[in-house]
Nanobody, 119 residues
Framework: VQLVESGGGLVHAGGSLRLACAASGSIFSDNPMGWYRQTPGKERELVATITSRGTAYYADSVKGRFTISRDNARNTLYLQMNSLKPEDTAMYYC??????????????WGRGTQVTVSS
């Protein structure tokens, strides 16, 4: 199983980015998937998850600004991030499966993609 993130970058506050996670192997189609983020010195935190059928859950800090989605035919997970804030600056990781959202329970992680939001 491989998870490969893309789409990170530098953006001004108020801007938007769209992250993508390409999944190989059999992990994608029947499993919930998720996005996490981490800043230096802090624990990895859940941003959003989505079930195989498309039911989404969001952390309160991103609710109303971020949208998680998936394309099961392309084995790809997305995170549309709008109205970005400097506090959204972090390394963003794709994760699977996310039945248990505790980071210690996740079997597979991508390498991450850096998102930096300037004020």
């Amino acid at each position: 199983v491989q998870l490969v993130e893309s789409g990170g970058g530098l953006v001004h506050a108020g801007g938007s980015l769209r992250l993508a996670c390409a999944a190989s192997g059999s992990i994608f189609s029947d499993n919930p998937m998720g996005w996490y983020r981490q800043t230096p010195g802090k624990e990895r935190e859940l941003v959003a998850t989505i079930t195989s059928r498309g039911t989404a859950y969001y952390a309160d800090s991103v609710k109303g600004r971020f949208t998680i989605s998936r394309d099961n035919a392309r084995n790809t997970l997305y995170l549309q991030m709008n109205s970005l804030k400097p506090e959204d600056t972090a390394m963003y990781y794709c994760a699977a499966p996310t039945r248990d959202t505790n980071p210690k329970a996740i079997d597979y992680w991508g390498r991450g993609t850096q998102v930096t939001v300037s004020s």
